[in-house]
Structures are given as C-alpha cells and as structure tokens.
C-alpha cells in the first residue's frame, strides 16, 4: 500500500490526492527540451523537481513508467506557431544541419540532466521517430470533425470543444480570450484565433530542412502533436501525471489535452504538475537575453552540480525562485558543512530500527506532501541531531538520498579520502597556492603561470573559482 500522496493538480487548481487509475503504478509524461540551444539552469530545475516527484513517488511506494520527448522538429521561436522554426534558427546560428543541432544539445541536455542526479527516464523519444504516428492522429482529428485544412496546413478547430481553456479559471478564461495572441501577427487561414497548427505544408519556412511526405502534401508537424501521439505510443489511452514547467500550461498543454482528448473521445490524463519559474534579478530567465547559464557553466564556476540540485529543493516547486551567486555561494557553504558532517560520522554500532522509522515516517510526510523538499532538508538535519548512534545517522542519510539524490554519501567518501593526502604534499600544495595568489597580486602573472605548471607536474590540478582557489590530485 502506498504512502498518501498529494501534490498541486494545474487542472483544478488545488491539491489533491493522488490516486493512479492502476493500483500502485504511475504513467507519467514529460515535455522534453527543444534542442536548438542549451538548457539554462531554470529549465534544469523543471526537470530537478520533476525527478524529485518521481523518486518521492517510488519513496511512497509507487512503481512509476516516465515518457519523455526530444523536440527535433516543429517549435516555433512563438509557442503558438509564429516566428521562427527554433531548430532551422540554431542550425543557421552554427553553421551545422538541423541534425547536427539536435544531437550536440541533445547531448549537452543530458550531460546536465545528468549532472543534478536526475534519473533518466523509461523512454525518450525523439519527435522524428514518429511521422507516421503524427499523420495518423491528424488524420483521425480530420475524420472527426476536429480539424481543418486552410492554405495548405492542418488547423485544430478549436471551437469545436465545449470547454478549449481547460487551466483557467472563469476570469482567467475571458482575459485569454480578450488577450489571445493581440500582439503578433495574424494567421490568416485560422478560423479561430486559438485555433493551432497539427502539420505544416505551406508556411514562410520554404527551407525547412526536414520535410515529410503526408496526405496533405510535404511538410512537417506542429509541435503540440508530438507529446500527445508519445505519450500514447508509449503509454496508451491514459496518463496519470503530465508534468511541465509552468509556462507550458498556456498554450503548449492546453493544445496538448485539445487534440488528445478529441482524439481519444474521453480524458486522457487526471494530473497535471507544473513547476514555477527560476528567475534573475531582471527577471524570468530565459536564453534570449545573451549568454545562457547552464549547469554546465556552473561547474566551470567551480560549482558542483548537485549544491544546484540543493539550492533548487530548498525551495518550494510551486514558487518562483530567484537565482544569485550570492545565494548559490550560501548554499554551497551550506551543502559543504553538511558533507563535513556526514563525513564525520563512524559506521559504529547496530541501527536503531525503532528511531530510523521514525524519521522516514516523518521524511515521507514530508516529500509525500505536495513534495515539501525544504521540510524534507529539515528532517534530514534533524535525524543528524537526533541522540541515536552514527550507525542509524548514515542508514538515514543513504535512505533519504533515495529522494533528496545529494550524494552526501559519496561526497563524505571523497573528503575522507581527500584528507588522506600526505600531509607534506598538502603543505606544499598550500604554500604553491599563497605563492601564486602573492604573484597574481603583483601581477606577475609569468610566476603564477610557472607555479600552476609546477603543480600540474606533481599531478595538482587548481582551478580558480568564486569560493577560492580548489586543488585537485589528477
Ligand atoms: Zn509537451
């Protein structure tokens, strides 16, 4: 039996409890990247939250099937079908092919994915994989009375659904309505404005350089087909918990349960789960205003990936949180003294299986109830205060990184290793780093190259970062 589990559900707007329609498993569908570009870091939180709903999920009890798309193709610079093709943009930016584009951040999308100690999901899938299954689902919504052709592209009509704004709430509904789309140009050949593209045959993007062959002529997909036709080609009819950062639910989602449900003839997914937004001080980020700050860049910064992950669950999903140096130098100090801890405790004595229920229970209240990281932090220092032995302390720590994915476990191991270093090496190490930051000072900047050589001779490796300068045996 599983664990009660609520979390916020976008579709009726408050939080509920979760109950999966099969008892114990959890489908689950999640927008992926469009790999034109990097992610910046407030993407990677999306996904940061996303993986720790699934790892509370499976905490509480759930086994838990995760879909996940690779936007190769489709999303244009507009989330609703104005603009740019995103891909052809990144493809001319760099000089590369539209492939080329989609395997190098692809790539680059994962290794930091990776990096924050997300777990991969089930199944990704790259929009391109599935044409056929696309011109299908177009297909059924033209023989249905769900779709249109005007000007050679395939429209979704959405006056045909009793209810298009499915988020929103009633004073929402009319300023979407009076509000849709004022500001950019007019596509023509809709009949409504909230009206959106399923394939594309005749558009401004003459050199689009990936074209199918369809019914309705060479063209290629829009780019809200693509999660409904995955999501089913790997999960079936229904879905239990669709997840996306919030800037989804309008009009990417919306779209997403239009085609869906039209398609299906019944509903198709019960949850919906949307984390909020990470922004700077100027604002939401976002990779239009300059260089993109990914995770990537964070630990050429000297930060580990996982103080991100930290400064991420501190927070609650549902709130903006606002990115610094400043608060990413605190919880690097933070997450730093908390290792230290966890690096001083002795696997000494038999655990305490009385006490260490306790915690979990207390743990699992926490990340089972609307995913209350920060109180799940809390639980977890105070089991590490707690007057038991250090034998139950570790077993607790190992237990909650089954959700909280800090690698506290192994970082501790790393220091403690690290302090084994002799000790005269570690002096000399110290003197060569005060040595150089003397030369720097004096900008003598040949002597401070001289001794970073002298030390990468000795298998030394230092690296300049915002915390001071780090050392490293290579
Ligand atoms: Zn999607």
Not at 168 to 175: A, C, F, N, R
Request: charged letters at 30%; aromatic letters at 12%.
């Amino acid at each position: 039996m599983a664990h009660k589990f609520t979390f916020y559900n976008t579709l009726n707007r408050k939080v509920e409890e979760f109950s999966p329609r099969e008892e114990g498993k959890v489908s689950m569908y999640t927008c992926g990247p469009t790999v034109y570009h990097y992610a910046h870091i407030g993407n990677i939180r999306t996904y940061i939250m996303q993986d720790v709903l699934i790892k509370a999920l499976e905490y509480a009890g759930y086994d838990v099937k995760r879909v996940m798309n690779i936007t190769d193709v489709g999303h244009l610079s507009s989330d609703a079908d104005t603009g740019e093709d995103k891909m052809l943009a990144g493809a001319k930016r760099e000089h590369k092919t539209v492939m080329e584009i989609a395997k190098f951040y692809t790539d680059a999308f994962f290794k930091d994915f990776d990096a924050v100690g997300n777990k991969r999901p089930d199944v990704v899938e790259p929009a391109t994989n599935c044409i056929p299954e696309f011109i299908n689902m177009v297909q059924v919504l033209l023989d249905k009375g769900f779709a249109y052709t005007a000007g050679g592209n395939v429209y979704f009509d959405t006056s045909k659904l009793k209810d298009y704004y499915v988020f929103s709430s009633e004073v929402e509904k009319e300023e979407l309505q009076v509000g849709v789309r004022d500001d950019v140009e007019e596509d023509t050949n809709k009949r409504n404005k909230t009206d959106f593209v399923l394939w594309f045959t005749k558009s401004k993007f003459e050199d689009q350089a990936l074209k199918w062959d369809s019914p309705w002529g060479v063209g290629y997909p829009g780019w809200h087909i693509e999660c409904s036709c995955i999501s089913m080609k790997h999960l079936g009819e229904y879905i239990d918990i669709h997840c996306g950062g919030v800037d989804n639910i309008f009009p990417h989602h919306t779209n997403e349960i239009a085609q869906s449900e039209s398609y299906l003839g019944h509903e198709w997914c019960k949850y919906w789960f949307h984390s909020n937004h990470l922004n700077d001080r100027v604002g939401k980020m976002s990779k239009s205003k300059g260089a993109v700050l990914t995770v990537s860049v964070l630990k050429e910064k000297g930060y580990d990936p996982l103080v991100y992950r930290f400064f991420c669950l501190q927070s609650h999903y549902r709130k903006p949180l606002e990115f610094s140096f400043e608060a990413l130098d605190n919880v690097a100090g933070v997450y730093n003294k908390l290792v230290k801890r966890v690096a001083e405790l002795k696997p000494e004595g038999q655990v305490d299986e009385t006490v260490k229920k306790q915690f979990e229970d207390a743990f699992s209240d926490a990340v089972c109830g609307d995913l209350n990281t920060s109180m799940a932090i809390t639980v977890l220092y105070d089991a590490l205060k707690a007057d038991t032995n250090d034998a139950t302390k570790l077993a607790l720590v190992e237990n909650f990184d089954k959700v909280l994915s800090l690698d506290l476990l192994g970082h501790a191991k790393a220091l403690g290793e690290g302090n084994e270093v002799d000790p005269e090496l570690e002096a000399y190490i110290l003197d060569a780093i005060s040595r150089r930051a003397e030369a720097k000072k004096a900008k003598d900047f040949a002597t401070a190259d001289a001794i970073r050589a002298e030390l990468l001779e000795k298998g030394v490796e230092i690296k300049d970062t915002r915390e001071g300068v780090k050392w490293q045996l290579i």
